[in-house]
């Protein structure tokens, strides 16, 4: 791997390596794609290197790269905006890709992903990633309103990510209710009115489907 | 290095918290009486909590375990001491304060605000310290923190290793083997990634998968795993034969056969006959002696000398022993395989709570394109309005009169498809026993053919007939109906193969008394997985593409054909059986099977890419890989078993081919050996022992089907005994969280009442200022 393992020490692939779920292939590449995206502020599909099939690809296009951006140190400082991710193939479809990036970053306005913050991204949604820890920040990225609980409001416009964007594809005000009525009697167990972390676990622990579904492959 | 800390938040006097304000005298009883839920207040009249109430609120455990940094890190820290106490036995009792601090974890949640959160870390870390490498590095992976916060961790657990850990006793009798142990795990662990790694850039078909993934969904996707999954149980039926049977034989090859070699036509591909008849790849080739090397004659002119050149290879036993254990070995992957998929798969109390299930899981984040987003979005909603009219025809009553046509027409339908299946039956009997009767010599090729298309196109009519009966039929639930499609077509197959075993072993041995009838029976399988995979290619052809050209052009249309998972998943464990079925006659069989695999993989993804769409129906697939994996061992494996016990234990092996020639069945191959090592000596007195009290005796087989019930027994116990937990637990949480209503009105009144009189006493101090006469 010429040029793109210069800009990954050996030691910090191996600690990556350790304290995520991912691959040193899925690191490189991430690493790849998120050097590449400062460059090509337009998010253009041609610099993207995900819709480039095979590693060979993405390899040439690491070593078009100019010398300036092969540090380590800049590289894993290097913030992307929020636009610039929401760009990214894999996310471009997804309703909740807005609440994704919130929940990973890290930067105070909540409106940038540093290196560090994808990978952990990925590492959540990758494939040997712990039930646990996917249902963990599935929590999160349901509560819209970041209070530590899912009440009806955060319940509504999950159904509504869910139905689809437009207006004629959300449910009847009725049929919200009854559907929220029925989650809330089959997974608020205390019934306090709001559906908090340990509940949705339990819910979630009860579907073999959400580990397999819960997959972002890069 | 950044610490994240998120603080919890202040309530807001604006935001109103929902809760049921209802005392605890007449809750309890409301509560349970009530099936449904009582009408939540709505913000109009919900009472305006206190400010302190809702930072009460807000700072509660149970809603902050998912926020705050420092829950987090006190919920690992138990998980951490959790783990490693798992092998000694909790104290109980008699547990104060002491000045050991892993105790104060008990005080922990009680008074968070007590133990500042670096205090908590510490504490963290002097539990990660006292684990081995493998399981900190287990925990470190699982941890919900950030990458940062994660690593800092790992660093400080990492510089006091050198420590010897005198608490723990239990290790306390080699304490250099500890140091030993952790640098065996780090290399093995290395080792371990860098092979993870290589597995990785191996893994063939990555980027189609994906592909696939993106576009289908989860569902479609199952379908090529499966198809992965077969080809590793090729691979790993080739190999033994490959290296111990064909491999050998290939290399001394037996005397040639009388006769001129047939020339070499085209046809041999789908026949299997003519020049390859005479190929390592049948039965017949192989020699029924010990195949020594060829000896080369001395230079002084003397004879060759017999054991002393070389060790002899025993072919007949070496065939019997590979073929039985290259079974034995894919009979356990296959149950070892089966068995993990269904523990994944089944949840206790997996069929409540599908309204919270679908909402919470069923959006596919593989999903990428926006084509098929749109697709997820219309299907989930469909779902979702499904499970909503559900709900409101579960409560209406049904009719007498409903119910009893709906179970006449299900009953009719099945008399009905178990009729054409007997049909198709009665035809392959018939036509079977037509190709004996009539004089067809083995070499002609085209007239062998025609048992092997009459099959296949009774398989591919069939399940038509059967989908066309089934529209007459409604279901419930729509999974019940692909499930019980795939019944039929299920026995439909595995009926039709069952007639023709009985062909091969109870009349064609019969006939081809003085002839080759293994090799005949070969190549029948061989000629029944070309014409199988022929057909297969000419349904895609016609079944997608051509009905999505109709469908796009005369019937003008946008919606494309579906992906027929069920169909073509059955095809996929039909060729399955037939190599099984044929692996004893014809060993180089799993090759030509994964060799159709592969054209069958890159056949399905073009077609699916162009003619089809994903399926409307929601499909589970981690029940679906469970069921795949179910069939193929169940009726597939089973049969195949069945057939090839039969086959060795009981048939006549023909006296003029193959390594069995001489012996009255294929077994005596073993027991011949065996006699041999009787009269060796005493050393090897074992393996008769064994032969005779444990494989021919049957008392272990009772025993150990014995042993299998009470397992199963046993789990069954323990899944009800699950489930009567559950219950009692969720009662407990039921009753808790009324506790907690009811001290939250009582404080939210407590706080009301000093709202209130401190406001009466202002008011009153204000009204005395303004008029101090007035007392």
């Known amino acids: 791997m010429g040029g793109s393992g210069s800009r990954l020490s050996k030691e910090l692939l191996a600690e990556y390596q350790d304290l995520t779920f991912l691959t040193k292939q899925e690191i490189l590449l991430a690493n790849c794609w998120l050097l590449l995206h400062p460059l090509h502020p337009s998010g253009s599909s041609r610099a993207s290197p995900s819709t480039v099939p095979g590693t060979q690809a993405h390899r040439r296009f690491c070593e078009l790269l100019p010398q300036e951006h092969r540090s380590t140190e800049e590289s894993l400082h290097t913030r992307v905006s929020l636009e610039q991710i929401l760009s990214l193939p894999e996310l471009k479809a997804n309703p909740f890709k807005e609440r994704i990036c919130r929940v990973f970053s890290t930067s105070p306005a909540r409106d940038s992903l540093s290196f560090e913050d994808f990978l952990d991204l990925l590492s959540v949604f990758s494939d040997t990633a712990t039930p646990d820890l996917k249902s963990h920040y599935a929590f999160r990225i349901f509560d819209f309103d970041d209070d530590g609980t899912l009440n009806r409001e955060d319940l509504s416009q999950l159904v509504n990510c869910l139905t689809g964007p437009g207006e004629d594809t959300q449910l009847s005000a009725s049929e919200m209710k009854q559907l929220i009525d029925n989650i809330l009697e089959e997974s608020d167990i205390d019934r306090d009115g709001t559906i908090n972390l340990s509940e949705f676990q339990h819910v979630i622990s009860r579907s073999p489907d959400f580990a397999s579904s819960f997959k972002i492959v890069l | ?775």
């Open chain 2, 1 to 775: 290095m950044s610490l994240r800390s998120r603080r919890t938040m202040t309530g807001s006097p604006a935001r109103t918290t929902r809760v049921k304000s209802m005392t605890p005298s007449t809750s309890s009883s409301r509560s349970r009486a009530s099936s449904g839920r009582q009408a939540l207040v709505g913000p109009e009249d919900a009472a305006a909590y206190s400010t302190a109430t809702l930072r009460i609120l807000a700072s509660m455990p149970s809603r902050t375990i998912g926020r705050s940094r420092g829950a987090i890190i006190s919920q690992y820290y138990n998980r951490t001491v959790r783990l490693r106490r798992r092998v000694s036995r909790p104290q109980l009792g008699g547990v104060g304060r002491s000045a050991r601090p892993s105790l104060r974890l008990y005080d922990l949640e009680l008074d968070p605000a007590a133990l500042e959160e670096e205090e908590k870390r510490s504490l963290l870390v002097k539990e990660l310290q006292s684990l081995t490498v493998a399981q900190r590095g287990h925990m470190l992976k699982g941890m919900p923190l950030g990458l940062a916060e994660k690593r800092s961790l790992r660093e400080e657990s990492r510089t006091l290793t050198g420590k010897p850990r005198e608490r723990r006793g239990r290790r306390g009798l080699f304490p250099c083997c500890g140091w030993l142990r952790d640098t065996c795990v780090l290399a093995l662990h290395g080792l371990g990634l860098w092979l993870l790694a290589g597995l990785h850039g191996l893994k063939p078909w990555r980027y189609a998968l994906k592909r696939i993934g993106g576009q289908f969904g989860s569902s479609v996707l199952s379908y090529f795993l499966f198809l992965k999954t077969l080809l590793a149980f090729n691979a790993l039926l080739l190999l033994p034969l490959l290296a111990f049977v064909v491999g050998v034989q290939a290399a001394f090859p037996p005397p040639a056969s009388p006769g001129p070699v047939p020339a070499f036509t085209g046809l041999e591909l789908l026949t299997g006959g003519g020049r390859l008849t005479h190929t390592v790849m049948y039965y017949g080739y192989y020699s029924n002696s010990t195949l020594n090397p060829p000896c080369v004659p001395a230079p002084d002119g003397g004879q060759c000398g017999r054991e002393t050149d070389g060790l002899p290879y025993n072919m007949p036993l070496a065939y019997l022993f590979t073929v039985g254990g290259a079974f034995f070995i894919t009979c356990i992957t296959l149950v070892y395989s089966m068995s993990h998929s269904f523990g994944e798969s089944y949840r206790v109390g997996s069929t409540s709570g599908v309204h919270a299930i679908t909402v919470f899981c069923s959006w596919d984040h593989k999903v990428t394109q926006r084509r098929a987003s749109r697709l997820q979005h219309d299907n989930i909603r469909t779902h979702l309005k499904e499970l909503l009219a559900e709900g409101q025809l579960r409560q209406g009553p049904r009719s007498v009169c409903g119910r009893l046509r709906q179970v006449a027409v299900l009953g009719l339908v099945w008399l009905l498809c178990l009729a054409i299946t007997l049909g198709c039956t009665v035809a392959v009997y018939a036509f079977s026993e037509l190709m004996i009767q009539s004089p067809v010599s083995a070499e002609q090729g085209g007239a062998l053919l025609a048992l092997p298309v009459v099959v296949c196109l009774l398989n591919l009519g069939a399940p038509y007939l059967y989908r066309g009966l089934a529209a007459l039929e409604r279901h419930d639930s729509p999974v019940l109906q692909v499930y019980v499609a795939v019944c039929r077509n299920l026995i439909l197959k595995m009926v039709i193969l069952g007639i023709l075993c009985y062909h091969w072993l109870g009349r064609r041995v019969g006939a081809l008394r003085d002839q080759c009838w293994e090799n005949f029976v070969g190549q029948e399988l061989y000629r029944l997985m070309v014409l199988d995979f022929i057909f297969i290619l000419l349904d895609t052809l016609f079944g997608e593409l051509v009905w999505r050209l109709i469908s796009e052009r005369k019937l003008k249309r946008k919606e494309k054909p579906e992906f027929d998972i069920a169909g073509n998943v059955l095809e996929l464990i039909y060729g399955q059986t037939l190599t099984w079925l044929g692996v004893l006659f014809a060993p180089l069989l799993p090759a030509v099977q994964i060799i159709k695999l592969v054209f069958l993989f890159y056949i399905k993804k073009t077609s699916l890419m162009a003619n089809c769409q994903a399926p409307r129906r929601p499909w589970l697939a981690s029940h679906m890989s469970t069921v795949f994996i179910s069939l193929l061992c169940f009726p597939s494996f089973l049969g195949a078993a069945v057939f090839l016990c039969y086959a060795v234990w009981q048939v006549k092996p023909s006296s003029t081919c193959g390594p069995f020639r001489t012996l009255d069945t294929m077994y005596e191959a073993g027991k011949v050996w065996v006699r041999r090592l009787e009269k060796a000596g005493p050393r090897v007195s074992w393996l008769p022992w064994v032969h005779r009290y444990l494989v021919e005796n049957t008392f272990p087989v009772y025993l150990v089907s014995a042993l299998l019930l009470a397992v199963i027994y046993l789990n069954i116990q323990v899944v009800k005994g699950q489930r009567k937990v559950i219950c009692l637990l969720r009662e407990q949480i039921s009753n808790e969280g009324e506790d907690k209503i009811f001290l939250i009105n009582k404080l939210h009144s407590v706080y009301e009442k000093k709202e209130r009189s401190r406001g009466g006493r202002t008011q009153e101090a204000e009204r005395l200022e303004e008029d101090p006469d007035a007392r």
